[in-house]
């Protein structure tokens, strides 16, 4: 297995939002390097946040964030949602603008590159969709896809939000089968996830977030019927003072 002892991440104190609104609040902890964690909680709990502001795609309000190096090779893949569909990009432009950290943006990528982008569109079951245009693609297709980009990366932290929303189970089991195999080499990977029998049966490590951190560890300590309960209550709770706010305002 290959030593990739950068991608470590700390979190100190660490308070995230928008327009100075937080929607996570004072999180204190470590990825270690090499770990395999799911980020867990009910909609509105900061999950897509927090790994917005471990991308820095977002600076913390306060706090900050520290890695295992001052430029680690990481790759982000954001919710399928947050992708436009319909600009008119091949599969294979897609995948290649995965070598943008490394050639930059307005470079064009080698032989070499080409050769890295086909092996991973057959390791991901799409061998010869170099042409298609994304709009032609199924769900699973395209997740696919945006797992081929993020292996041509080759990055040491790897953050993905919801990368098995509204996909069939033959593709969520081979994209899953890529996850463990990254975690093999000994790369670092950040979840957010829904599926909590996925949680339990794949991923060794667990945070709990309810815009506070719930719960963070080992996930058979971690995702628990109390643990959960306790928090969906703070969501609530949070959610309940939000309204009072707006209309007090």
């Avoid at 979190?11 to 799911?38: Q, W």
């Avoid at 603008?97 to 070499?112: A, D, L, M, V």
């Avoid at 089968?177 to 667990?206: K, N, Y």
């Avoid at 951190?213 to 959960?228: A, F, H, N, R």
Wanted: charged fraction near 20%.
């Amino acid at each position: 297995m290959t030593e990739r002892r950068a991608g470590f991440v700390q979190l100190n104190d660490v308070t995230l939002g928008y327009d100075r609104h937080p929607a996570v609040h004072h999180v204190s902890g470590l990825f270690e390097a090499g770990s395999l964690t799911a980020v867990i909680g009910p909609n509105g709990a900061g999950k897509s946040t927090l790994l917005k502001g471990i991308a820095g795609s977002i600076k913390p309000l306060s706090g900050s964030i520290l890695t295992g190096s001052s430029a680690p090779r990481l790759a982000y893949l954001p919710q399928l949602a947050e992708l436009d569909r319909d600009f008119p990009i091949s599969v294979e432009d897609l995948i290649g603008t995965g070598f943008w950290q490394k050639i930059g943006s307005f470079r064009s990528y080698s032989r070499h590159d080409r050769q890295l982008i086909d092996v991973a569109l057959e390791k991901v079951g799409l061998a010869g969709f170099n042409k298609r245009i994304l709009g032609t693609l199924s769900g699973g297709q395209l997740q696919r896809v945006l797992f081929a980009r993020l292996m041509v990366q080759d990055a040491e932290l790897i953050l993905i939000d919801e990368p098995f929303a509204a996909i069939d189970s033959k593709t969520v089991s081979d994209l899953m089968g890529l996850v463990r195999h990254w975690h093999d080499e000994g790369r670092t990977i950040i979840a957010v996830l829904h599926d909590m029998g996925l949680v339990a049966e794949f991923f060794p490590d667990c945070l709990l977030l309810a815009r506070e951190c719930v719960s963070w560890g080992p996930t058979s300590s971690v995702l628990t019927p109390d643990q959960l309960a306790k928090a969906r209550t703070m969501i609530e709770a949070n959610d309940s003072h939000a309204d009072e706010c707006e209309r007090a305002a």
